[in-house]
Nanobody, 124 residues
Framework: QVRLVESGGGLVQSGGSLRLSCQAS????????MAWFRQAPGKAREFVAA????????DYTDSVKGRFTISRDNAKKTVYLQMNSLKPEDTNVYYC?????????????????WGQGTQVTVSS
């Protein structure tokens, strides 16, 4: 059974930083592409960042480029999202996702497995 468990969310002031983690189990982590999405209440789930299985490629949505960094540690079966210079508009529930194929990665429907999410709140 595949499990993705996010952690590291919380309340932070504007301009601050947080590091999200997503621990995977039940899959051959090193063979999976990973991604982070976010979702606000009543809104569609939005792509944030993605990374290939070997960390050879990363992609970001424009609004987080230069502020967020996705990385992974295959030995620890964990993917990270380092978030710097946080803004109130970054307030969302953040989800990690996994899939074998790195294609159409901005679409939530592409990803096979999802975590339960972690809340990030940025105060102004």
């Amino acid at each position: 059974q595949v499990r993705l468990v996010e952690s590291g969310g919380g309340l932070v002031q504007s301009g601050g930083s947080l590091r999200l983690s997503c621990q995977a189990s039940g899959l051959t982590f090193s063979g999976y592409a990973m991604a982070w999405f976010r979702q606000a209440p009543g809104k569609a789930r939005e792509f944030v960042a993605a990374i290939t299985s070997n960390s050879g490629r990363t992609d970001y949505t424009d609004s987080v480029k230069g502020r967020f960094t996705i990385s992974r540690d295959n030995a620890k079966k964990t993917v990270y999202l380092q978030m710097n210079s946080l803004k109130p508009e970054d307030t969302n529930v953040y989800y990690c996702a996994a899939d074998l194929i790195y294609y159409t990665f901005t679409l939530p429907s592409h990803w096979d497995y999802w975590g339960q999410g972690t809340q990030v709140t940025v105060s102004s």
